[in-house]
């Protein structure tokens, strides 16, 4: 009997224990990513003289501010569990469009200066983790989790055109934009950093991240299609300014208009810095 008292005792006071030293907390962050590592983003191309230079764009659309609000769970005083849900303002990126056509039997030339840009790219994240802290007063942790997002953007292309003969000339001025939407996406999120109180439940926090995630939409629209001032959008063919992105699709004879094309997948992956405060609940 004096056994068994002995034991539950020892029980008692080791959940006391184990207890005491869990807690939970919440942060919020803003931080930025770079465009490292580079993927290819699409080109520039320049057309003179009847020979065209093609300059490769490189970057991340993981480039940019992000703010992130954190919740935590901490088992005890080393390991927890994490979910934070992060949102990104990507940087925009341009690609040019140059040419210069001569006809050098009739003196004709067409100019065109032009730009597609891609803007307003956004990604939120969702990041559960494991986090695996060391130390007292100043605690460097690790995370390790799953990146899930959901990404919008746009692009808008501008292009004016030149065409001269002799004395005349001819100017064309278009801008069309595009909307993109839909598609969930899945990777990785891991992170290094430190942490150290500010008061009894405030803490300071600084630290390094990577993600490893890439964005497909899967669907488009022109919302904007725009000639000489003159928006063709309200008088176009119902359905031919939306488009669906599949995996695979078969495109009936004779009607090269299906709506469909195969999904892009763009980049996302980054490395990032980003620094914030954390409340916590409970005693460690």
């Given at each position: 009997?004096?056994?068994?008292?002995?034991l539950l005792?020892?029980?008692?006071n080791y959940?006391?224990n184990?207890?005491?030293?869990?807690?939970s907390y919440?942060g919020?962050s803003?931080g930025?990513?770079?465009g490292?590592?580079?993927?290819?983003?699409?080109?520039?191309?320049?057309?003179t003289?009847?020979r065209?230079?093609y300059t490769?764009e490189?970057?991340?659309?993981?480039?940019?501010l992000?703010?992130?609000?954190?919740?935590g769970?901490?088992?005890n005083?080393?390991i927890g569990?994490e979910?934070?849900?992060?949102?990104?303002?990507g940087?925009?990126?341009?690609?040019?469009i140059?040419?210069?056509?001569t006809?050098?039997s009739?003196g004709?030339?067409?100019?065109?200066?032009g730009?597609?840009?891609l803007?307003?790219?956004?990604m939120i994240q969702?990041?559960?983790?494991?986090?695996?802290?060391?130390?007292?007063?100043?605690?460097?942790?690790?995370?390790?989790g799953?990146?899930?997002?959901?990404g919008?953007g746009?692009?808008?292309?501008?292009e004016?055109?030149?065409?001269?003969s002799?004395?005349?000339?001819d100017?064309?001025?278009?801008?069309r934009?595009?909307?993109y939407?839909?598609?969930?996406?899945?990777?990785?999120?891991?992170?290094?950093?430190?942490?150290?109180?500010l008061?009894d439940?405030?803490?300071f926090?600084g630290?390094?991240s990577?993600?490893s995630i890439?964005?497909?939409?899967?669907?488009s629209?022109?919302?904007?299609?725009?000639?000489d001032?003159?928006?063709?959008t309200?008088s176009?063919?119902?359905g031919s300014?939306?488009?669906?992105?599949?995996?695979?699709?078969?495109?009936?004879?004779?009607n090269?208009?299906?709506?469909k094309?195969?999904?892009?997948?763009?980049p996302?992956?980054t490395?990032?810095?980003?620094?914030g405060v954390i409340f916590t609940?409970?005693?460690?």
């Open positions: 009997m004096k056994t068994k008292i002995i005792f020892c029980l008692i959940s006391t184990v207890i005491a030293q869990q807690f919440t919020i803003i930025y990513g770079t490292l590592p580079a993927y290819a983003l699409g080109s520039s191309t320049n057309t003289n009847g065209t230079t490769l490189k970057g991340s659309y993981g480039q940019g992000n703010f992130s609000i954190t919740g769970y901490m088992f005083k080393n569990a979910i934070g849900v992060s949102y990104l303002v940087s925009k990126k341009e690609f040019t140059s040419t210069l056509d006809n050098t009739s004709n030339s067409t100019d065109a200066e730009s597609i840009t803007d307003k790219i956004t969702v990041n559960p983790a494991v986090k695996i802290t060391f130390g007292d007063d100043v605690r460097p942790y690790i995370r390790m799953l990146a899930i997002g959901l919008t746009y692009t808008q292309t501008e004016k055109t030149v065409t001269t002799g004395s005349m000339a100017t064309t001025v278009i801008e934009v595009t909307e939407r839909g598609g969930t996406s899945f990777g990785f999120n891991s992170a290094f950093g430190v942490d150290f109180n008061t439940n405030l803490r926090f630290e390094l990577f993600s890439s964005w497909a939409p899967t669907k629209k022109i919302t904007k299609d725009e000639h001032g003159v928006d063709r309200a176009a063919a119902p300014l939306d488009t669906e992105y599949v995996d695979e699709y078969t495109q009936p004879s004779g090269p208009a299906s709506g094309a195969l999904k892009s997948y763009r996302f992956g490395f990032s810095i980003s620094a609940f409970g005693e460690e």
